[in-house]
């Protein structure tokens, strides 16, 4: 995606998607397959704000009416952040807190709010425009400065940007927690994309509605869990006249961890980020061992209803990511208290290890940029893994070197 100019782009959402009724709420199947309105029960997200880092964001939908806060956005980022120039920032922040007014999307975490940073991704028309729409590194540092507890990243590039990866671990040390799309690219690469690939952000692969990897996925070191991502509606473009079916993509799939982050965040207000992602990856759904992470689903499928409705998953150490295993000083609750990570992600070992890995029979999945192609299933036996109320079935096979 612009990887050759080493440019940032936003993870595809669809192909050729067909225009759906405006009530698209049963068309999002996953909020069934999560129990979500028994997770509303209990948590709607309530007290957590997201930082979504994207195209900007519409405020305006009939869905994000009352939810975004423009007036948390550091003036030094706040350029056009509430102009969404492809759509795709919207999509992202209804799929997280979206009330669903007017048939618009329902995001995971209703009660959650949004903090929009338009950042200058692919798409993105204009020398002035472009000038003065800040770059991930400037808008990761201003959340990383907010009280924004929460950052979702679904967008991507094949390189390494020093001054990205700096401000990745300034948020770090600023206690927050971040969530990235690991890319949607799989047929021409296998390695996940950049900022998803850093340490201290957790890497979400997409799964479609039997619990597979979508074929398109990218997947390899960095894929710390999977949410669903395959058949979630959009907004089609940026005049956000119409939703649009059939997309796939690992944004979507960030965006729903990120909601479901949320939920378990504002049931526990005390904890730290540490331990929010902790529980999401101790009670993520799996059949391999959880020291030896998929490099295509990584710990497993999201599951926030182990940790609300059953109160499953420990949290553990406030000052210890749960992935690299490296100790941070004191740790950062949702009340806004940060941290200072004691060792540099740099020198962190790689965020996922040797073992299981899960590959799945993805569907004919497309990609609204062409990106998104089929991808040779390594399948064996079938199990079975829960999601909320749902069964997935995922597929394993071995570790291949």
């Not at 957590?48 to 964001?57: E, M, Y």
């Not at 400065?145 to 001054?163: C, H, K, L, Y």
């Not at 040779?376 to 079938?382: F, H, K, Q, Y």
């Amino acid at each position: 995606m612009g990887a050759a100019l080493g440019a940032l782009a936003a993870l595809s959402a669809g192909l050729a998607p067909n225009a759906v009724a405006d009530d698209v709420r049963p068309k999002q199947w996953y909020l069934d397959a999560m129990k979500a309105d028994e997770l509303w029960k209990v948590s709607t997200g309530k007290g957590i704000k997201i930082a979504v880092l994207d195209t900007g964001v519409n405020p305006d939908t009939s869905s994000l009416k009352g939810q975004v806060l423009t007036g948390d956005v550091p003036k030094s980022v706040a350029f056009h952040a509430t102009k969404d120039y492809k759509g795709h920032g919207t999509t992202i922040a209804e799929l997280i807190a979206g009330t669903g007014a007017g048939g618009g999307l329902k995001g995971l975490a209703p009660g959650a709010k949004i903090v929009p940073y338009r950042v200058n991704l692919v798409g993105l028309k204009g020398a002035s425009e472009k000038k003065r729409t800040p770059d991930a590194a400037k808008a990761i540092r201003a959340a990383a400065d907010s009280d924004a507890q929460i950052i979702n990243m679904s967008f991507g590039r094949d390189t390494i940007s020093p001054g990205e990866q700096e401000a990745v671990e300034y948020a770090a040390s600023k206690g927050k927690l971040m969530f990235g799309a690991v890319g949607n690219n799989a047929q021409q690469k296998s390695s996940v994309e950049y900022p998803a690939a850093y340490p201290f952000i957790v890497g979400v692969a997409a799964s479609d509605k039997s619990g597979s990897v979508g074929d398109f996925s990218a997947h390899g070191r960095g894929v710390d869990l999977a949410a669903p991502g395959l058949d979630v509606p959009r907004w089609c473009d940026a005049t956000f006249r119409s939703y649009c079916g059939g997309a796939e993509g690992t944004s979507a799939a960030s965006a729903i961890a990120s909601g479901a982050a949320a939920l378990i965040w504002s049931a526990h207000p005390d904890w730290t980020a540490n331990q929010v992602s902790r529980v999401l990856l101790d009670t993520a759904g799996r059949d391999w061992p959880k020291d030896a992470p998929s490099k295509y689903l990584g710990y497993g499928l999201i599951r926030p209803s182990r940790s609300l409705l059953h109160g499953e998953g420990k949290p553990g150490a406030a000052n210890v990511d749960p992935v690299s295993n490296e100790q941070t000083s004191t740790g950062s609750s949702g009340t806004g208290a940060t941290p200072s990570v004691s060792v540099p992600a740099s020198s962190q070992p790689p965020k996922s290890t040797s073992g299981g890995e899960t590959s799945a029979a993805g569907s004919s999945a497309k990609s609204s940029d062409g990106n998104d192609q089929l991808w040779i299933v390594l399948g064996a036996a079938a199990a079975v893994v829960v999601i909320g109320g749902g069964a997935f079935a995922v597929l394993r096979t071995r570790r291949s070197g």
